[in-house]
């Protein structure tokens, strides 16, 4: 596609619920990226992937959150038993290489709202 | 650890006025350094980078110069539209081992007409 695709756009989630967020980055993109932003801040990074190896998970806030890329293309973000501190919008990003200088194409996000 | 700090917002300016929204960093090695821009209802754009010091990145009228002792990065912009309305972010990256940017926390900027 012409951009990085997220769905929902919008998730209200009951406390304890779990939800799936779905990441369709730029075809043929490496590199992808999650981060969480909760409202009036900056993201923060979750996890990266290159390919279908998930390089870097340092930024999982707890071991509710999981994320996968089986194939190297479409990612799923999961958050099991969700919490009220949840609630945030969740950005994905993709770059075509590894690494360098370059900034990535971000998604428009999915904001998740725990009840 | 790596951290990117900005200027609180939120910023309101006036239609032509001159704009600086401050950026500084602290960071363990020499970081590559965006800015990047979200207008309401939209994902994160990149702006504008620098790779090195002394390096200066314009786009779209704004330009921020990669200033190593003073560990800064502000960005700049001789005269604001309504369409610059929007948050803006500065953020850091490393080209080797972690990929991730980090970012500050977000700077809203209001031009009124």
């Known amino acids: 596609g012409a951009g990085v695709s997220q769905s929902p756009r919008y998730k209200v989630a009951k406390r304890g619920q779990d939800v799936a967020l779905r990441c369709d980055p730029i075809?043929?993109?490496?590199?992808l990226f999650w981060y969480q932003q909760a409202l009036g801040q900056g993201p923060e990074f979750l996890t990266y992937?290159?390919?279908?190896?998930?390089?870097?998970k340092s930024g999982l806030p707890s071991d509710r959150f999981f994320a996968e890329r089986p194939e190297g293309s479409v990612s799923t973000l999961k958050i099991q038993r969700t919490q009220q501190e949840d609630s945030a919008v969740y950005l994905c990003?993709?770059?075509?290489?590894?690494?360098?200088?370059?900034?990535?194409?971000f998604g428009s996000g999915t904001r998740l709202t725990v009840v | 650890g790596n951290s990117v700090t900005q200027m609180e917002g939120p910023v309101t300016l006036s239609e032509e006025a001159f704009l600086t929204i401050n950026c500084t960093y602290t960071a363990t090695g020499y970081p590559s350094l965006f800015w990047y821009v979200q207008y309401p209802g939209e994902g994160l754009q990149l702006l504008l980078k620098?790779?090195?010091?002394?390096d200066k990145g314009s786009n779209k009228g704004f330009e921020a110069t990669y200033r190593k002792e003073t560990t800064s990065f502000h960005l700049e912009k001789g005269s604001v539209q309504v369409s610059d309305s929007a948050v803006y972010f500065c953020?850091?990256?490393?080209?080797?081992?972690?990929?991730?940017?980090?970012f500050g926390q977000g700077t809203r900027l209001t031009i009124n007409p």
């Open positions: 953020a850091l990256k490393f080209i080797q081992g972690a990929q991730k940017l980090v």
């Open positions: 992937f290159q390919n279908e190896a998930q390089l870097d």
């Open positions: 620098a790779t090195k010091a002394d």
């Open positions: 990003a993709s770059s075509a290489i590894r690494g360098g200088n370059y900034g990535y194409t």
């Open positions: 075809s043929g993109h490496v590199s």
